[in-house]
């Protein structure tokens, strides 16, 4: 018995020891003293009493507690410590104190026979095993709660069911708990056996901190301007490029993609939409690490290096940026090394795209029939270009290499191409240096089939590296030194077209005109080359092979950029308590060429054909054209074709002096003062002179803040900014801002237990936007001669023997162009509910002033030779943007996440300068940027006396079948004043976005959907015109030779003719050349741009701890995940995303399984 | 601290300096004279693309031409449209008003103008008797845009004075002058430019096509004729033609001076140019070349239009010069008839583009053998015209393949429908056979030569303007190519201004021996009797010519017939009033699908042009009239 007193004795003891060295300070309520006096009360009633005298709660399972158990005490003015020891010791309970909770746990025999005071723990770390119980802020217990040891992952558990873990660890071990929702926390054991943890639920860890301009980071709560920070993870889809992520992921963001194209599947975004109506580009001022990129460097970062992408997206948050945020700013950095054991952690995945959705395309033998129907319909004279009879020897399947059918689609393009991603990534470091260094290689096979008789391989391959390297060095306690490289590679060998030129062009090739090659025939049996197919009209025009432009030759690219940056930090706090600056250095250079070789394709085509015997000779079609520089001229050997470069060099330096003091515990005063030069030489696409000059532009900027007691913020910004673009009286201009904050959940009053964050904050101010304009229109103030004009020239003499160019102007001068200015102001509530649910919504408005626009009431008369432009237009935006997220935890093993964003952005034209129109229809004031124009298109016209009787249509020939405007002013004839706003803008009002992620024991599973509405789009006319001879303006890969634009199946299934006077058919009668009647802008071809899409979902499964402690690594997850996976929409031809052209290469479909691991 | 941030911003300052001083601004266009030719040029360079299928808005826009429709793949057929009834106000073709759709921007040219008359005084090295020189000749293409604004859309905004680009919005609404003020605007520029134009060209390898006074004073002619003629003078159609404050923009009264101001011009005109020099033009057989007269007849009527810088033309357009565009649309494909001897270019050659196809009823229009028009003459088978199937005797073999049969339509015509049209059986001489024995032919029957080649190398109706094809053309020694000439597009030719003058007298005084010996001079060049001879001898109204109604007519016809194909037809039935007459005729050809002469030689009509009054002047764009609510449009547009 005494032994067993004696034991409990030293239990007791240790037991204090756990509550006075543990955590001392925050058992500060157990030094409380109380007085009380308790007799015979059962042991839960008991608890109840001392917590309510107290003032503490008790936390505990039930088997710790003997309920039957009476109990006495009879404490006068005694600490809480004291009772707790002499009521629990007994019955071998142990407690601990976490903020006025008090939590109990069971002895383990361990705890009771290990305390022979510290024998073994003198020679070497003991073993210990330690328990303990989990809970929230709330007192609830939390189950699955990871706990692992820190630099250990290896030794790890999670709480169950009751909220408690054992763990068998060493004595000076340290504990790290984690749980999704909650902060992580670092206990250290010190020997102890029982350790209890509260974990503070936190949304995000991202989110405390908030990087905001010149990647200041400013706690969440103290940020009163507009700014959106998205966590990386979520940026993470299986696409090599970041910006198709950020539709409906992003608030405050509309976007939307309207190609597939690899390499220029750049998503299309704007910030709080679209707010300008100017020349120039409204896309928002991008910066990586500070230093201004392009949209398409910040499509190829990769998500696993994003240490915070941040939106800036109104003028408290960008004003910083003066003259160049008036757009918003897009602001990411990338992850530095964190002190600690070498991390390595690599991803690699393979994907496989498809298009989302397959152009149905007729089949040739009715694309033959309804070619000579669209030229019969027209000109019943005209010259047949497929015959009756082949048209009939196709249908009969006669000889096919005479009367070939030919699907390009599936001679040159696999079903679906295949890439390959790998990212790795190593980070630490010690005291002195840390590092984080990163590669990825992205791989891209390409879609095209390879014919063996050509001794290269057409197919694509490109080859992408990237590396990155962020160094920080404190060679002093108070200095840091970061260095960071970055360069990325792109080596291309394929086509010459690349797979998107050949995806065109095999839309553009005619099915059934010729073969797209032949087997030789009796002549050219010793002919070397490939007999390529092809169709000729007149003496050099072809029609278009892209079999033989694929298989003729090939191109390298090289595309690089290098950056080198160097940043020097010094904590000038010896100088003043809070001082610091900062400075930056950064240069990188661009460079991108390419050469091709390519032989010249012989063309041939069947000369004569011999129906009895079945045999065919070929004729030799571009026999004459021995020009190589000529596109269809012939040679056999391989010749190199010139190529393009491109070459860039840019310079940044920033120097920050940052002062950021806490007063008297309440009084937090912060200013940052910052200046920055930039400058950017780029090689000019032709030699203008002024393209060739430096572009510069300077500022120096800075922000003063102030808040009170972590409840009320305040701040104010200026930026005062120079551009080279302006002439000298209005290079620099002032932009300043003042914003505020209002923390009501941390005001005294508030005692809403439910709500427990709840944050108004607003912002007024005004920022610029020098990037207005085109890029030859760099400086306004200068007029644009060209004193050698060629085509503007003269000659004379017998023979014109003396000539002279001539003179012309391209831009006259007006000293008074400036910056567009952008008042914009800013309200927004933050509220947190039970800290499960967040919202953020924002409202805005902003109102654009000083937009560069072309003088439109100059009369022709003037005989000006180039447009004016002055800053006369105005334009308002305003739109709300909206944040959601929630966080359920329902057991160890399954807990959900869910969240949404929703965009709504809808810019007007204020002033625009334009004629004053009779009607008020015709007036932009009011209407929405990038809304359209149109013709109200009634129906088809049915017949010649319809014809007659309708108002004229001044639009070129029409004929019946062709599409019938309504004569909106009624003066007798549809001229351009009968045009009237029609449908939603060609810009997204609203782009949302909701989803959710969920796990269940090691399987996680998030969905995310994607949509945008209030959206038109037109089906181009031109474009997709079946039979025409379409070339891309922007894009001409033609070179001359014909096209033949697909045959649509649903065009071939639904179009007016002679035959089927369907007046509502979806195409007019057919044609094989562009029908300009048809062809204006009407409601006839308008659509609904509206669509929902399953954008993202991701299937992943985490390795289980057993498994990944025998491979001894830290993580190990598998994840299959897919994009564009389903699309809702009323529009059913093509993919809505891609707006009027659904012959242009389609969005992909991409479906990809990766796994990712670190140790 | 201040003085810190005032040194830093004024080093920013020039930091975002980037411009260099030597950024080029029109004033370096004046620094010394080499750049202020430059100048000078382009003033010249916005002279009209005369002869160009989609930049002449008078060449392709009438009845003069068919071709492929609605598109060929060799053309854009562009200004043909308008002949198609396509203009519309949306999108004018040939719109010199705005520029754009084949027209030049006429309002930019004044301006340039305008700038060069401003500064041409800066320039330093620039002797003065030079700087008259230029000044005149800046004086006269301003007048002379004037002008072919004014024969388009009639009355329209003087531009006496540039402008400031910065001008106020009231300032730059400018309003449509009378039709009288643009008149006599433009014809006190000419007299203010001609003391200082050179009276002919001396330096003719570096200067042929600059202005000489000859010139200036040939376009007043034309100015002041085109003023006295029906559209413009005392037309009641536009007396009600008014800008929005209520100025009458047409004289309402005819007034008879105008006539009398235009004969004057015509005659100062004249007698200058044959002071420089300038005299009808006969064609001398170059040594070795064979020939006949009615050969060298119908050579001298091609040669005054195609050979190169003749003295019949008084304004040749070095900047408009007829190349392979224009020879290789009118060219047929030809063929010697005798491949053993004389290598014949192959029937599939594309070079030759041969698709501007004039509509039979241009072949109707040309005088009979006689002298006379075919539905005059008394002794032509007018009846038969379209069905008498005749085979060409010796006696035509200078004009019609001898025992080849043709129609009669072709038969017994005047020496003019030989040299300027081809037609199925017709000699085309020269092209590298010179001699009139042994010569090309066309032959376009249906699987014949000069048939169809391709989808749309052919002509629409079976005729030709060989007129407007170089003689000394060829196909070059390998047979397929298509080597060609050029010619500097005659703008003003000397018979033109023969004929105006006799137009203009006529007007004045009626029928006289002056106004006949004014046409007969260039009757005798075309190898035909005179006016009063031949109608006396062949026409079945004999007297026509001794009326000033009947002269007006024959006068007016002897023009078309003179200046066919030469893009002057449009202007010419404008001012008489006579387009809704001729141009909305039905356009024909022959039936070219048939291989035979009987089912070839049936009359296939192809469309029929609607000319409606508006027509009489162009459409100014909508935009232009939205964006000057002060400018009126034209009638009925």
């Not at chain 1, 746990?105 to 328990?131: H, N, Q, R, W, Y």
């Not at chain 1, 119980?133 to 290896?154: A, H, M, Q, R």
């Not at chain 1, 025009?541 to 030759?553: E, I, Q, R, T």
């Not at chain 1, 009011?926 to 639009?955: H, M, S, T």
Request: overall charge neutral; aromatic content about 12%; glycine content about 8%.
């Amino acid at each position: 018995m005494k032994k067993i007193l004696l034991l409990l004795t030293v239990v007791a003891l240790s037991s204090l020891k756990t509550v006075s060295a543990g955590e001392a300070r925050k058992q500060g309520i157990l030094d409380m003293k109380i007085s009380l006096s308790i007799k015979d009360e059962k042991f839960k009633s008991a608890l109840k009493k001392i917590a309510s005298e107290a003032g503490v709660k008790f936390s505990y399972t039930r088997d710790i507690v003997p309920e039957k158990e009476k109990i006495s005490i009879d404490a006068s003015d005694e600490k809480l410590s004291e009772v707790f020891n002499s009521l629990f010791h007994p019955y071998h309970i142990a407690f601990e104190a976490i903020g006025k909770y008090i939590i109990l746990s069971k002895m383990t025999s361990e705890d009771i026979f290990s305390g022979e005071p510290g024998k073994a723990a003198l020679v070497m770390p003991m073993f210990l095993t330690v328990t303990g119980t989990v809970i929230d802020s709330t007192g609830k217990i939390l189950p699955g709660v990871s706990v692992i040891v820190e630099g250990k992952s290896n030794v790890g558990t999670t709480t169950d069911l009751n909220g408690r873990f054992v763990l068998d660890v060493q004595s000076d071990a340290v504990l790290v708990f984690s749980m999704v929702g909650y902060q992580e926390i670092k206990v250290p054991v010190n020997g102890r056996t029982v350790v209890n943890v509260g974990l503070k639920a936190s949304e995000n860890k991202m989110e405390d901190v908030v990087v905001t301009a010149y990647g200041k980071k400013q706690l969440k709560e103290a940020v009163v301007g507009s700014v959106t920070t998205v966590n990386a993870k979520d940026l993470k889809i299986p696409s090599s490029n970041l910006t198709t992520a950020f539709a409906g992921r992003i608030a405050g963001v509309i976007a939307f993609q309207r190609t597939g194209e690899p390499g220029a599947d750049n998503a299309t975004f704007f910030i709080r939409g679209v707010t300008t109506f100017g020349n120039g580009s409204g896309n928002p001022l991008i910066l990586i690490d500070n230093i201004e990129l392009s949209t398409t460097d910040l499509a190829r970062l990769q998500p696993d290096d994003i240490e915070s992408f941040s939106i800036l997206k109104d003028a408290s948050a960008t004003a910083l940026y003066g003259a160049r945020g008036a757009n918003g700013v897009i602001f990411v950095t990338t992850k530095q090394g964190k002190e600690g054991k070498a991390k390595f952690y690599v991803r690699v995945e393979n994907s496989i795209s498809q298009p989302t959705k397959k152009l149905k395309i007729a089949d040739p033998v009715t694309f033959m029939k309804l070619y000579t129907e669209a030229q019969l319909t027209r000109d019943p004279l005209a010259n047949l270009l497929y015959s009756r009879s082949k048209i009939d020897h196709t249908i009969a399947g006669d000889n096919p290499v005479v009367y070939p059918t030919v699907d390009w689609f599936k001679l040159m393009f696999k079903d679906q191409t295949s890439n390959q991603r790998a990212n790795i990534n190593l980070s630490g470091g010690g005291k002195v240096a840390q590092y984080y260094v990163a590669g990825s290689y992205n791989i891209d096979h390409g879609i095209l089939n390879v014919d063996p008789r050509n001794n290269f391989n057409s197919n694509v391959r490109l080859n992408s590296y990237q590396l990155r390297s962020n160094i920080n060095i404190h060679p002093t306690a108070t200095t840091e030194l970061v260095i960071r490289m970055y360069g990325i590679f792109d080596d291309y060998h394929g086509p010459i077209d690349g797979g998107t030129g050949l995806f065109q062009k095999a839309l553009r090739s005619s099915p059934a005109l010729f073969a797209p090659f032949y087997q030789p025939d009796s002549a050219n049996i010793a002919t070397h080359h490939i007999l390529f197919g092809n169709y000729k009209i007149g003496d050099n025009s072809f029609y278009m092979n892209p079999y033989a432009d694929m298989l003729k030759g090939y191109k390298d690219y090289s595309q690089s950029r290098m950056l080198a940056q160097f940043e020097l930090n010094q904590n000038l706090s010896g100088l003043t308590k809070g001082l610091s600056l900062r400075t930056l250095f950064s240069t990188n250079r661009y460079s991108y060429f390419d050469v091709s070789r390519a032989y010249g394709p012989y063309y041939y085509n069947i000369g004569t054909y011999d129906k009895a015997s079945n045999v065919y000779t070929l004729s030799w079609l571009n026999e004459k054209n021995t020009d190589p520089n000529d596109v269809n001229g012939h040679h056999e050997d391989l010749q190199g074709i010139s190529g393009s470069r491109n070459l860039s060099t840019s310079l940044y330096a920033q120097g920050t002096l940052d002062y950021s003091r806490m007063f008297a515990g309440m009084h937090n005063v912060g200013a940052t003062v910052v200046a920055t030069i930039q400058q950017t030489l780029l090689t000019p696409d032709n030699l203008d002179v002024k393209a060739s000059l430096p572009h510069r532009n300077m500022g120096i900027s800075g922000r003063a803040s102030y808040s009170y007691d972590r409840r009320y913020f305040g701040e104010f910004n200026f930026g005062y900014n120079g551009s080279e673009r302006f002439y000298k009286d209005h290079k620099f201009g002032f932009f300043p801002t003042i914003g505020a904050g209002w923390m009501i959940s941390n005001e005294k009053f508030w005692h809403s237990a439910s709500i427990n964050k709840l944050k108004l904050r607003g912002s007024y101010g005004l920022v610029g936007n020098d990037a207005i304009g085109s890029a030859i229109d760099r400086f306004f103030f200068l007029s644009s001669v060209s004193l050698n004009d060629a085509g503007r020239g003269a000659g004379f003499g017998y023979d014109n023997g003396y000539s002279r160019p001539g003179v012309s102007i391209s831009r006259y001068s007006n000293p008074d162009i400036t910056w567009e200015r952008s008042y914009q102001s800013n309200l927004a509530m933050e509220l947190g509910f039970l800290n499960k649910f967040n919202l953020v919504a924002e409202v805005y408005h902003s109102r654009r002033k000083d937009i560069l626009m072309k003088r439109a009431s100059i009369p022709s008369t003037m005989g000006l030779s180039a447009d004016s432009w002055a800053n006369v237009g105005e334009a308002r935006s305003q739109g709300f943007d909206l944040t959601m997220d929630f966080t359920q935890n329902f057991s160890r093993d399954l807990w959900i996440s869910v969240r949404g964003s929703f965009t709504y952005a809808r810019g007007e034209y204020v002033k625009y300068e334009e004629p004053q129109y009779a009607n008020r229809y015709l007036s932009h004031v009011g209407q929405a940027i990038d809304q359209q124009w149109g013709y109200l298109g009634e129906r088809l016209f049915v017949d010649d006396k319809d014809l007659v009787n309708a108002p004229k249509q001044n639009f070129g020939l029409y004929q019946a079948g062709d599409i019938k405007y309504r004569d909106i002013n009624g003066d007798g004839q549809i001229t351009s004043l009968d045009q009237v706003p029609v449908g939603y803008p060609t810009t997204p009002e609203i782009t949302y976005g909701f989803g959710f992620s969920m796990g269940y024991k090691q399987l996680d599973l998030s969905v995310f959907m994607q949509g945008l509405t209030r959206e038109s789009f037109w089906m181009d006319p031109v474009a997709t015109a079946p039979f025409i001879n379409y070339d891309d303006p922007g894009y001409p890969i033609n070179q001359g030779r014909i096209g033949q634009n697909a045959l649509l199946q649903a065009y071939a299934g639904s179009h007016w003719s002679e035959d089927n006077q369907d007046i509502y058919a979806l195409w007019p009668r057919l044609s094989t050349t562009p029908i300009n009647n048809n062809n204006q802008r009407s409601t006839w071809f308008m659509r609904d741009g509206s669509f929902l899409r399953v954008k993202s979902v991701e299937v992943g499964y985490t390795l289980s701890k057993k498994i990944l402690d025998r491979w001894k690594i830290a993580n190990f997850r598998i994840y299959f995940s897919g994009t564009n996976l389903f699309t809702f929409s009323a529009f059913k031809l093509w993919d809505p995303e891609m707006g009027g052209n659904g012959l242009a290469y389609p969005i992909q479909r991409v479906v990809n399984v990766g796994i990712h691991f670190s140790f | 601290m201040c003085i810190g941030v005032s040194v830093l911003l004024a080093g920013c300052k020039k930091y975002l300096d980037v411009t260099p001083d030597d950024i080029g601004t029109i004033d370096y266009a004046f620094r010394m004279r080499s750049e202020a030719e430059k100048y000078l040029f382009t003033c010249y360079n916005n002279l009209p693309g005369s002869g160009q299928v989609w930049g002449d808005p008078g060449f392709i826009t009438g009845d003069e031409f068919a071709t492929i429709y609605p598109q060929g793949n060799y053309f854009d057929p562009g200004l043909y449209r308008i002949a198609r009834g396509e203009q519309t106000v949306v999108s004018p073709l040939a719109n010199f008003w705005d520029g754009g759709n084949g027209g030049k921007g006429y309002y930019q040219a004044l301006r340039e103008c305008n700038i060069f008359l401003d500064n041409v005084g800066n320039v330093p090295d620039l002797t003065s008797m030079e700087k008259k020189r230029w000044i005149a000749e800046v004086k006269f293409l301003k007048a002379y845009y004037h002008y072919f604004l004014l024969r388009m859309y009639g009355p329209i905004p003087i531009i006496r004075k540039n402008l400031p680009v910065s001008a106020s919005i009231d300032e730059v609404r400018v309003t449509r002058e009378p039709v009288d003020t643009v008149v006599n605007y433009i014809s006190s520029l000419i007299d203010e430019a001609l003391p200082d134009l050179p009276v002919q060209i001396f330096n003719e390898s570096s200067e042929l096509g600059r202005v000489t006074r000859p010139i200036a004073m040939a376009v007043k002619a034309q100015l002041l004729v085109m003023a006295a003629s029906p559209l413009f003078n005392g037309n009641p159609d536009y007396a009600n033609f008014k800008d929005h404050n209520g100025v009458v923009l047409f004289s309402a009264s005819y007034s008879a001076d105008k006539w009398k101001k235009a004969g004057d011009a015509c005659k100062t005109a004249i007698d200058a140019a044959r002071a420089a020099g300038a005299k009808l033009y006969y064609y001398q057989p170059a040594s070795g070349e064979s020939m006949t007269d009615s050969t060298k007849v119908t050579m001298s009527i091609r040669g005054a239009v195609t050979d190169k810088w003749n003295p019949e033309v008084i304004w040749g357009a070095s900047n408009a010069m007829a190349g392979y565009d224009v020879q290789s649309l009118s060219q047929a494909r030809v063929t010697s008839g005798d491949p053993s001897t004389v290598p014949t270019p192959p029937s599939t050659n594309e070079s030759i583009r041969s698709m501007l196809a004039p509509p039979i009823h241009i072949a109707e229009m040309f005088y009979s053998s006689h002298g006379v028009p075919i539905e005059e003459d008394k002794t032509y088978d007018y009846a038969g015209r379209f069905t008498n199937l005749r085979t060409a005797t010796d006696d035509y073999r200078f004009y019609i393949l001898n025992g080849y049969q043709t129609i009669q339509l072709n038969f017994d015509r005047e020496p003019r429908y030989y040299a300027d049209l081809g037609f199925d059986g017709g000699i085309w001489y020269g092209e590298g056979l010179y001699d009139d024995t042994r010569t090309w032919h066309v032959e376009a029957k249906h699987g014949q030569f000069g048939a169809q080649l391709g989808a749309g190398l052919y002509s629409v109706t079976g005729y030709w303007p060989k007129k407007l094809v170089s003689y000394k053309n060829d196909f070059g020694s390998n047979s397929s190519g298509y080597n060609v000439r050029a010619y500097p597009w005659p703008m003003i030719r000397l018979s033109e201004l023969y004929l105006l003058y006799a137009e203009s007298l006529n007007e004045v005084g009626g029928p006289s021996p002056d106004v006949y010996f004014w046409i007969d001079s260039v009757r005798t060049r075309a190898g035909l009797q005179g006016v009063v001879q031949s109608w006396a001898d062949f026409s079945s109204s004999p007297a026509k010519p001794s009326t000033k109604e009947g002269l007006r007519e024959i006068i007016q016809r002897e023009q078309m017939i003179e200046k066919v194909f030469e893009g002057k037809r449009v202007w010419d039935l404008l001012r008489w009033k006579k387009a809704d007459t001729w141009l909305n005729m039905p356009i024909r050809g022959w039936d070219l699908e048939q291989p035979d002469a009987p089912s070839y030689y049936r009359v296939k009509q192809i469309y029929t042009p609607v000319f409606t009054p508006k027509n009489y002047l162009w459409p100014l764009s909508e935009n232009a009239i939205v964006v000057n609510p002060k400018l009126v449009q034209n009638p009925g547009w």
